[in-house]
């Protein structure tokens, strides 16, 4: 593999892992939806901006609007809320690891809702990463619980919204992945905004600080627009495989900005249920070929 591919991978999971450390600066700031609003309008404005700029034809006519919409609000607007509201209860570092159970979500909402066959790595992988979820909620004598249980489990939604939206995008036919990019973007962009100046006090003058405009940049410029353009990168000079190797990485790079940034404190529980979660995600990305071999499937 070229260098490049390499250092274009390490900067993916760092734009995608510091993510997470974008939204709980933000919060300090703006709600959950005007954080999930102003994110899809500065990726929006990118994509735009990379489109014209590589001359991608828009053709908007033949963009399939409602399904489009409705992809865009349970895949991208929805979940970007949820996750915000989420990491107002917890660390950005626990937010990003039950984040990468999202392969396995995705895997049980094909099987028992849209009829995608299953095999029995997929649901091993999923049984490994169940006992990361548990030893995450550091069940003890005293407080049962010691993470927020409503925030653990909003996270949890959050990528079941994920898994349904991956299930969603698989029927839009006939666009680009610009085009599918540019539409999500527009249609979540007007989904959050719509609840955010309907249920939020948006302040938009907030915008006025060094500190949110960058932390702005960080979360739509670089995490909602570029980086969709390093992750197929990836795919194309590389292969779906390595380029899907980012899930392993983004919750490592997660806590290390939560750590060094936000002073989370980092246990053994954390790293003991990162250990399940991954391994189960690997497990269950595994497919067999007709001789018994493990394989690794591509990415969807």
């Not at 892992?17 to 974008?22: L, M």
């Not at 069940?139 to 049962?144: T, V």
């Not at 949890?156 to 539409?183: E, H, I, N, P």
């Amino acid at each position: 593999m070229p260098r490049l591919l390499y250092a274009a991978l390490v900067m993916l999971s760092l734009i995608w892992g510091g993510s997470f450390f974008f939204i709980k600066q933000l919060l300090h700031d703006f709600g959950p939806w005007t954080i999930a609003f102003l994110r899809s309008s500065f990726g929006l404005i990118t994509i735009t901006i990379i489109m014209l700029v590589l001359r991608k034809p828009f053709e908007l006519r033949k963009i399939q609007w409602f399904p489009m919409a409705v992809m865009a609000l349970v895949n991208t607007a929805v979940p970007w809320a949820i996750i915000g509201f989420s990491e107002t209860r917890l660390s950005s570092s626990i937010a990003s690891i039950l984040n990468a159970t999202t392969p396995l979500w995705t895997i049980i909402v094909g099987a028992l809702v849209f009829k995608v066959s299953t095999n029995r790595m997929q649901w091993i992988g999923m049984g490994v990463a169940f006992v990361g979820l548990v030893i995450l909620l550091d069940i003890n004598p005293h407080s049962i619980v010691s993470v927020d249980l409503i925030g653990f489990i909003c996270m949890l939604v959050a990528t079941l919204c994920y898994a349904f939206g991956s299930q969603l995008s698989k029927r839009l036919k006939g666009v680009t992945m610009y085009q599918t990019t540019f539409g999500t973007l527009l249609c979540a962009m007007l989904g959050s905004g719509t609840v955010a100046f309907s249920v939020e006090p948006v302040d938009l003058s907030r915008l006025a600080s060094l500190t949110n405009i960058g932390m702005i940049i960080g979360l739509g410029v670089f995490g909602s627009g570029i980086a969709y353009i390093l992750f197929f990168f990836m795919v194309q000079r590389g292969s779906p495989e390595f380029a899907t190797m980012v899930t392993y990485l983004v919750p490592a790079t997660a806590i290390i900005w939560g750590s060094t940034l936000l002073n989370e404190p980092i246990h053994w529980s954390l790293f003991a249920g990162l250990s399940f979660i991954l391994g189960g995600v690997f497990v269950s990305s595994r497919k067999r070929t007709p001789s018994g071999l493990p394989l690794q499937s591509e990415a969807k």
